[in-house]
Each structure stands twice: as C-alpha cells, then as structure tokens.
C-alpha cells in the first residue's frame, strides 16, 4: 500500500509580519492579536515566530502556562529571567528549553550589541501540571551538515528533552546535498531559514513553509539551512 502524502507549501508572503522598530517578527500561525481559526495550529506545533530583536529591546515580564517553549537563536545572543529568580543567555547556535507548566512569568532582552535573531516555537505538552523548568544546549554548526540534528525530542530522540509529542531538527544543507525526514502517519513542517529545496517535486524558498503528511526526501541544488519539525499526526 503506497503512504499517503499531502503537502501543502505556504509561501513566505502569508505570514503575518509586522515592524514595531524594535522587534521585527513573522508570526507563522496565530498568535496575538492575529488570530485566523483556519491557522491556529499544525499538529502538536503551536506557535513559531521568526524574531529580530534590536540590541537594547525586548520583552517585558510576561506569563505562559501549559506549553513548552523552545527559543533557537541563530545569531546574537538573548538574555531572559523569570518569577523564580532564574536568569540566563542564550547565545548563537543555542536552545532553550521552557516547560511552562503550572505558570511562569519571565522577560527576554537582547543585551548585546548586535540584533539577535531567533525562532521561538511553541508545542502543546503531553503532560499538564508541571512545573515550570528550563533547560539549554550548544548545538554546533557543523553538526547539522547534510544531517538531521536533533535540537529538542519529546520522543527519545535527542537533543534537549521537552514534555511533547514532536522532535525539533536542524539541518544545513550543501549544493546538491538531501536528507530523509518524517515517516508514515508522521505529519512534517519545514520552515527554511535560507537557500532553497525541492520536496516532492515543489520548489521550496527562503521563509516558505511545508506542512505535509508522511516521509520525504530533501533535496538542495544551492545550499539551503532549515528547521524541520517532525511529529505525530494530530490535528488539533
């Protein structure tokens, strides 16, 4: 029986992107106060914004609860602490791991003197209940050449561990280089941070979007660095 496979390719213009001078930010699904019922979540994926963040900015205290927050940052660095005293950096090729759990109130500034630009990604936990809890992880460049790197699993595969149903992947790829992803009854979303990919024969650009179903094959002529979220098929 052949797997099947829908893939639908969101292009870069769709999302929601806004300037406020010192935050730059492309909201890739629903998320404050854009709101589009027919975009709120892709499997257990919840929120992924693609941030710039000036030197000397940020964001003020804030609360999350009952979701696990991962921040990539991929140049720069972002400081954060939060209600219980906690308090750190987040540098280049580095992850964080936030499981809000039961609730937590916690800022990020970027303190250094160049703009940081991250991806922040919220999941939806398998658990609920728990309480607040951090983890970070270095994540080396070269690691993820032509190769999947695990930056976070909820499912034993490495990385940093996090309470939820997906498993976060970077991967850079060299011209003519291809890595395999996803698998049956597994969902896939790539968001690619530079170059371009062929999947199932579509043509894939910088800040395009896939959501699909099942395995594939990615292919780059160019060259071409992403993130690739792989996960259980449920639609929420």
Same mark, same amino acid.
């Given at each position: 029986?052949?797997?099947?496979?829908?893939?639908?390719?969101?292009?870069?213009?769709?999302?929601?992107?806004r300037?406020?001078?010192?935050?730059?930010?492309?909201w890739?699904?629903?998320?404050?106060?854009?709101?589009?019922?027919?975009n709120?979540?892709?499997?257990?994926l919840?929120?992924?914004n693609?941030?710039?963040?000036?030197?000397?900015?940020?964001?003020?205290?804030?609360?999350?609860?009952?979701?696990?927050? !991962?921040?990539? !940052?991929?140049?720069?660095?972002?400081?954060h602490?939060?209600?219980?005293? @906690?308090?750190?950096?987040? $540098? @280049?090729?580095?992850?964080?791991?936030?499981?809000?759990?039961?609730?937590?109130?916690? &800022?990020?500034?970027?303190?250094?003197?160049?703009?940081?630009?991250?991806? +922040?990604?919220?999941?939806?936990?398998?658990?609920? $209940?728990?309480?607040?809890?951090?983890? +970070?992880?270095?994540?080396? @460049?070269?690691?993820?050449?032509?190769?999947?790197?695990?930056l976070?699993s909820?499912?034993g595969?490495?990385?940093?561990?996090?309470?939820?149903?997906?498993?976060?992947?970077?991967?850079?790829? $060299?011209?003519? $280089?291809?890595?395999?992803?996803?698998?049956?009854?597994?969902?896939?979303?790539?968001?690619?941070?530079?170059?371009?990919?062929? #999947?199932?024969?579509?043509?894939v650009?910088?800040?395009? +979007? #896939?959501?699909? @179903?099942?395995?594939?094959?990615?292919? &780059?002529?160019?060259?071409?660095?992403?993130? #690739?979220?792989?996960?259980?098929?449920?639609?929420?």
């Open positions: 029986m052949l797997e099947e496979r829908s893939i639908t390719i969101v292009p870069r213009e769709k999302r929601h992107t300037d406020y001078g010192w935050l730059k930010t492309s890739l699904f629903s998320f404050n106060d854009y709101q589009d019922r027919e709120m979540a892709f499997g257990n919840r929120v992924f693609d941030d710039v963040v000036r030197p000397g900015e940020g964001f003020a205290d804030h609360r999350h609860s009952e979701m696990e927050i !991962v921040t990539f !940052v991929l140049d720069g660095e972002i400081s602490q939060d209600s219980a005293g @906690k308090q750190g950096t987040v $540098g @280049k090729d580095q992850v964080q791991r936030m499981s809000a759990g039961t609730g937590v109130i916690h &800022s990020e500034f970027n303190r250094g003197s160049v703009p940081v630009h991250l991806y +922040q990604i919220w999941f939806f936990p398998n658990k609920r $209940g728990l309480l607040p809890t951090y983890a +970070q992880g270095s994540f080396p @460049k070269e690691e993820r050449r032509d190769r999947l790197q695990t976070a909820g499912e595969r490495g990385g940093l561990e996090m309470a939820a149903d997906a498993t976060l992947y970077a991967c850079d790829l $060299g011209q003519g $280089g291809e890595v395999e992803a996803g698998g049956r009854d597994r969902l896939l979303f790539i968001y690619l941070t530079s170059g371009s990919v062929t #999947v199932e024969g579509r043509e650009g910088m800040n395009d +979007q #896939v959501r699909m @179903k099942g395995g594939t094959t990615i292919r &780059s002529n160019t060259g071409a660095e992403m993130v #690739v979220i792989d996960m259980p098929d449920v639609q929420r």
